[in-house]
């Protein structure tokens, strides 16, 4: 494996480049503004391309002047006729990030943001599909760029930009895009007004960055996390969170992605001794917990509606 020559990563919070905050403005388009700092290069990468990228490599020696670069590998993937288990479409992918890492990469690395490897929608929403197929065709998803990864530098951070616009409800977003399916991926939907980790596709806010071709205002930091339920109907809590900026929290990473928070929100109907054991532990290290819902009798708990009317009267 190549070592990256930037040191990059990322949390709940913000995008890093060599340990310090970057707030990236990705531009997505031919000519970008000198209000953004990075600009989205595709490269044509399919099984029929010729893997030719000359005219690329000029755009960007041009651009990195004054820009980094999030490179567009554009595989497929977001086809319908993509088969996760055809063996000789896979050994084409494998093939086209080998000759990225080969080509281009060494050319680039100190100006590469990060590699994209999935741009597009999910299929949008068929009545006749099941909901389970969705989550099946994610999960063969992520397998497969976990499978890919291992072609590309490490610790590069792999972007996937899903566009899920009047496709799925609340509930099922939250479920297609559980953290634990894409924990090692930088996502960036588009479509929904859910406060998703990561970054934001042309609409909405976020406190790491954007791909987009106008200029965004930047998410003001979260002070209070929603615990999500495994399971569960949530639309009407959704509904009831919208005028909060709050930050999603899984249960098996909660502890992992509190940090910075000043209070948690958490669903009374689906309490049980896990919850409370987390609970217990954010209230440990100062937190406050907001209840939905029946009262939990803990301690010092916050009814969610006496919270709602302190966020919201003037």
């Known amino acids: 494996m190549l070592e990256p020559k930037l040191d990059l990563s990322w949390d709940q ?60 590998l554009d595989l497929g993937m977001n086809s319908p006729e993509f088969c996760f288990n055809n063996l000789l479409k896979r050994k084409c992918c494998e093939l086209a990030l080998q000759h990225f890492t080969k ?69 099922e977003l939250v479920r297609l895009f559980d953290f634990e399916r894409f924990e090692h991926f930088l996502l960036g939907i588009k479509g929904t007004s859910l406060p998703f980790s990561g970054l934001c596709w042309e609409k909405g806010l976020s406190t790491l960055g954007y791909l987009s071709r106008k200029n965004h205002n930047r998410k003001e930091k979260e002070t ?31 502890v992992l992605h509190w940090d910075q928070l000043d209070e948690i929100i958490v669903l009374s ?7 409370e054991r987390l609970i217990q532990g954010f209230q440990a290290a100062g937190g406050k917990v907001v209840v939905y819902g029946d009262s939990l009798g803990l301690k010092e708990e916050i009814n969610f509606h006496d919270y709602l009317t302190d966020v919201t009267s003037p």
């Not at 990236?24 to 990228?53: M, Y």
């Not at 590469?112 to 998803?141: A, P, W």
């Open 13 to 72: 919070s913000h995008f890093y480049i060599d340990a310090k905050p970057f707030y990236l403005k990705i531009f997505e388009g031919e000519d970008p503004p000198k209000s953004f700092n990075s600009v989205l290069i595709k490269l044509d990468a399919e099984a029929q391309d010729s893997l030719n990228w000359d005219e690329q490599i000029k755009r960007a020696a041009h651009l990195s002047r004054d820009f980094y670069i999030l490179w567009h």
């Open 103 to 171: 080509t281009i990469w060494p050319q680039f690395k100190e100006k590469t943001i990060g590699i994209c490897l999935y741009k597009g929608s999910i299929g949008g929403k068929n009545k006749e599909i099941l909901f389970d197929k969705y989550l099946y065709h994610l999960e063969e998803l992520s397998h497969t760029l976990s499978h890919l990864a291992q072609f590309l530098v490490d610790e590069i951070p792999i972007c996937l930009f899903f566009d899920v616009s009047k496709s799925f409800s609340c509930t």
């Open 224 to 254: 209070v996390g929603f615990l999500v339920p495994p399971s569960g109907d949530l639309e009407k809590v959704f509904q009831d969170l919208q005028p909060f900026n709050y930050r999603l929290l899984y249960q098996d990473f909660a």
């Open 269 to 275: 109907q689906y309490f049980d001794h896990k919850i």
